[in-house]
Every structure is written in C-alpha cells, then in structure tokens.
C-alpha cells in the first residue's frame, strides 16, 4: 500500500501545469482587425543615441491600405452565420460571407488569398505603407461583407483592395480581372476606385498574368451586386487573381512562387496607385 501511494505520490508530483499557451487562442476574424504595420526590425541591441531605421524599413508614407483577403478558413463550418443576410448596398441584402472556391485538388480559395494577402502586406510594409487586413487569420469565421467593408472606411484606407480568386468551369476559362463598383454611389467610388482598379489591372498585366477570357473586359469589370465594393467610402477593387479550376492557373496558385508573383505585382500596382 505504502510502495503504490508513493508511487501515487511521485507520478503526481511529476507532474507539471501545462503551461500558459505564449500564443493567445484564435479569434474569430469578426473582432478588431489586424494591423500589420512593422516589418521585422534587425537584431541590433538598443542604443542610447537616436538610431536610424534599419536599411529594410522606409520612413513612413502615412498611407493606409486595406487588404481584404477573399472569405476564411472556418466559413463552410458555420453556414448560419455566413449565410445570414446582411446589407450590400443599393437597397439589396447578401449573404454574410461565403466559403469560397477550390482548385481541382482542393487548395482553397481562403488559404489562397491569405497567403497573397500576407505578402503583399509584407512588400507594403517594408515601404513604409500601414497596412491592414479585414481578418486576423485563416481560422475564423467572417467578417460579413459589410463589415469589411466599414473596416476600410474607417481606416479611411487610401486603397482598399480586396483579393480572390475565381471558380469558372467553363472551358478553357482563365486569367485575371478587376472588378469595381458602377456606377459609383458616391465620389469615392468614381475616379479613385476606377484608378485603382485601372493600376492594379496594368500592373497585373504587366507582371505577366493574362486578361480574364470569360469576364470583364481588358481585365476590368465594372459591377454593382458585390456588397464590399458597393458599401465602400473609401478607394476601393477587388481582384479576382485567376481561375482556380484551370489546371494551369491552379498550379500557380497551388505554389508559394506563385503566390509571391501575384503579390509582388499586386503590391507594386498599389504603389503606383499610391503615388500617382
Ligand atoms: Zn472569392
């Protein structure tokens, strides 16, 4: 008896609390939005005296860009939620939010325009541009499409840009396009939201990405039903990167290099857009 309570007895205290998790738990992406604002700083110790940025960090350029990377990874896990009517503008109402496409193979949608969104926040950032994103993770659930688009108004965001990527079966469809609200419900989403959509149209284009085939025109396609874009006070497209059931564009968007081309020459249009 007395050998198995000390057995009992050190087994117990062996024991150990688990431990505080140092990473808080997921939060559901319909909380604050995420702000990614500062690139990785260099490892120097700190000085007394006043230090330069480091050489990867550019002074601020007091520009803000929404980034609103397409649905999220726990939508098709809570259909009540998404699927509940929420206001899209021009008196109509939408689903909340929707799960997204896959490819053939079942890369999603949401994983996709994460990922994107993620690097083009980074290649944004190093160039001193604020960045925010209108959910926190790939986890949760939401936001619906009008609170994206408050997040973005709010901010009162230079360019809102929202990511996606398309699902056509139709054969042989492929290629990119942009789409933006018309007509425009207020000034915001006249001339700068066209500009918008017209710069990251050239600079996708220019980057090597063909023109939709089966939508838009030139890579742009004017719209009045997305929610987002029709809610929107500020500059605001959404680019629809490509279509996930062509096995060619698939395989891009499957792979990190191909992620990283559709971001650098997102990023690099926002820019343009920024400075022009
Ligand atoms: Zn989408």
New binding site residues.
Partial sequence: MVAIGLVLFTACGVETPAPTPSIPPAQSASSAPATSSVPPSSAKPPSSTSQPPPPTQQPKTGKVVVLDP??NGGNSGRPGEINKQVPAGRGKTKPCN?T??ATNSGYP?HAF?WDVSQRISEALSAKGIRVILTRRNDTGVGPCVDERAAIGNEANADAVVSI???GSNSAGAHGFHVAYSAPPLNAQQGEPSTKLATALRDGIRAGGFPTSTYLGSNGLAPRADLGGLNLSTRPAALV?CGNMRNAAEAAAMASEEGRQSYAAVIAKAIEDYLAG
Avoid: K, L, N, P
């Fill in positions: 397409g649905h929707t997204g496409t949608e325009t996606h990527a398309d629809e």
